[in-house]
């Protein structure tokens, strides 16, 4: 009974729970309501295994009504059942029903067209590209880089990041996604899409992984997809390849997708809206844009026109605009056709459409038609025809432009180009364009307009606009060279811009198989000439694109004054060139390859040894170019190398066994998910014509857009591993179409020197590098003389064979700057044959009689085949063996013992002479001698004998030695004899 107490307050304290639960019940059932029929809605359940599934009864707006009395479920439609295109299918009585005028339906698909906000399922994520160009303390902000909804499309600009958009979709059978996209062309920028499973597994099949192929500015292209039944994920991923070259940033452009459509998916419960601007009638499958002057709002069966006076509209208008008063900018000046009486006049136009009002106040009136005037010339190669304006002359025939057409002299040839200085009509090979970056026309008084003296552009309303002038051109007249090193034709022109702010001009060139920037000018440029050169005879196309600063007021003009173009297939001729071979089809019959035409002879002479032309006609021997270094002549109109190179020092190399293609893996780019690229680059050391280095692309579709494979010597492209074990190859380029040199002992060089220092590459023995000079004419906007590469090669007999090619290590993508590349290969295929005089000789001690003789060679050479290293040979002394004292010290022997030996020869002869003396003396003497001195009888001469001699002398006979002339310095006499001679007086003994 002690722990009463405690239970009853347990008691209560449940007993109120139950009382607090019992009227929060009891309030909820008073605050929601039931269900009624506007409330609920049918929803099928997910599929069973059998593929079936239940229909059931829920609300629309989960918790605000509860459901009383809810119908039981029931069988439902099968899992693959769709409704036509254009119908979607009523819940509740599970038919399918046409789509009410204002709203469209794909049947069994999906739709996604409005990006005023990331539409639902999408989803948007970024990466930060890695390399060896970042730093860790580089962290790129990819804020920038995201994908972003702009109204009528969603567009990404990467700027060193990956951005990827996704969706995920569940196919109830097998369909196909496609999609409208802009990508115009940049070399560090890609856009891949991706089609993966539920296990994120790529297809396996072509088109589950691809590139779509770049649009060009301001154009749309659509890429179709087929898909399998079941989950799949669509990846829209734009990366920017990190680039050495920060110029190139400048020249991006955004990715843009506009509408995706997928089919396959499961029925529609409801149709889709149209879109502002757009209208549909009764089971529509697609919505009808709006005309002009014409607008229409979200879910409309038809568009409203516009106030024709006061109004204007563009097509796609979800609004009526006020027609503004017009201005200078609404009209043009065009060029009367010339008359009978080569009479012309200024005429004035307004832009079509008009949308500009004359009957505002401060409104401009149109301006009449200007006095007669006399009718400008035609361009050179063109005569004026009667009725139809200028016109370009005959075949074999020649104007200036101000006379009519003469025809070529006998054996001479019309000189045919495209030339343009006068613009009162648009050329037949000419267009003018304007782009923008939305699906939305530019406005119809934005254009490239003809004045008289030059053509301009004219922005009108249009701000954010390209001015495209596009130049068609057939093709160009010879044969062009395999290393497309010769000039074919030329491209000049002259322009000027005026700018108000930050405007750019863009020149773009097909000639290497997209169209490319070849030169670009920002802010204002001062009238200039500009001149570009064609080695292909292919056909081309030029363009002209400018826009402006984009401020409101700003006047910002672009001017072209002249165009010409030399040596095409079409056009007219000003002149005509002697043909000293004669005249085949039109065209001179151009010297042999390798010769030039004499201009006092006319004549075809031959260039001289190991000299060529780079020219299709030419004139004069100063034509001739002499092959760089290393280099020789092939067919007299290309220099190449036989890979067989010999050096100042006469050391011959042989690099035959290393003129097949190689192929060098530049630095690895990756992101956190693994996705990467790197470039990837081959070589061809010396290789001919049919063994070049080939890139290409392998993108699907590619040969769609004519994007063409690169022969060369060096080329590059850009590689992605893909996870399905291979590979993805775009952007092909070449950095090396010919071989300029070949030099070694290069160590002299200061700016071989430093490229070596900004590479990271030691310079220590670089003077016995041989190094190959290769070059690419292709310009661009980071290159404006083109790209460059040397391929350094190292005599390293550690690496047999092929060898190892490096990229400078400060430099792992093969270049510091984006224009010039380097590469040193090390093998020992690339040293010389050693000569006697690098080989050093070791004489081992004797031993038995025999000596071994050790061989060493260097390390910058390799021995001659059969070359020992070393071999054994009879004991026998050579000085060259003897140590560096006794070199010394036998020779100094040998010169002392020389000088005795002379030494006692000389004191011999001495001796001998006073033997002979003292024999004379001993003449006198009998053999009783005692002594005594013998007596003489007589000092004095008898009579009749004369005196001869007073005393006795000795002469030299002959050659006096050396030591006689030293002797005779020193006791020099008159006569230079050594005896004086005595004259003593005859006295009586007694």
Known sequence: MRNSPHRMSRLLCVALMIICITKLNTEATTTVTSCSKEDLKYEYTTCDDNGGRWKVEVPIEPGKCSITGPKAPVRGKSCDFTCQPGQYLDMETEECKPCGAGTYSLGGGERFEEWEQLPSGFKVSTETFQSFFQTDDQNTNCNMSIWTPRGNYISCLPQGCTSALTYSVTLVRAGYVEFEYQFPS?????????????????????????????????????????????SNVLIWKALSLVSESSSESNRRKPVLIRKVEIHGVAFTSECTKCKNGTFSSEGAVSCSTCERNTFSLKGQQSCTQCDSKSEYSEPGASVCLKRPACTKKDYYEVQDVCDSNKKTRKLYKWFEPQICRTDMTGAVKLPGPSEPEDCPPCNPGMHFVEGKGCQFCPDNMFSDGAKSCQPCPASTSPNINLEYRWWNQMPANMSANCLTFADTDCSTNASWVLAGDHIHTQFGRSRDAYLVLIFKIDGFRGQESENKDITIGTVEFQFETTCAGNCELLFLSDEFGSSGIVKSWTAGQKKQEYRHEIKSIQPLVLTWAFQGSGETEAEDVARIFSVKVTNTLSGGATDCQNCMRGVKDNQCIPCPAGHYVDPNTTNCHPCPNNEVIRSRLAWGEDSCVKCGPGLLAKEGTMCVSDCIYTDDANRKYDFTALKSPKFVKGANLFTGSGTGYYHGFNISLCAEEKTKAFCQSNMT???????????????????????EAHIVSTQPVSIGDYLTKILTNQSHDSELHKLYEQGGVPTEGMERHVHFFYKTD???????KGRETIISLQCDLTQEGDGEIEVPPKCPDGTCDGCMFHFLWHSDRACPQCQEEDIQIIVGECADELQTVHYSYPKYCKPKKGMKSQEQRKCRLKLAALPFILKVAIPSIVGIGVILFLCVIYCWMRNRKLEYKYMKLAEGSGPNYDGELPGVDSCGLEDGEDEQFDTVSFKETKKKGLFSKLRGKKYKSHDDNPFETSHTEKLPLT
């Open 186 to 230: 940049s070399s560090d920028t890609m856009f891949h899409f991706i089609v993966q499973n539920s296990q994120c597994q790529s297809y396996g099949s072509k088109g589950g992984s691809q590139f779509p192929d770049d649009t060009g500015e301001g154009k749309w292209g659509k890429v179709k997809v087929h898909l399998t039944s079941g």
């Open 778 to 784: 292709e310009k661009t906007q980071a290159c404006v």
């Open 701 to 723: 579709e590619s040969k769609m857009t004519g994007e063409k494979p690169v022969h060369s010597m060096v080329c590059r492209s850009a590689i992605v591993p893909t996870k």
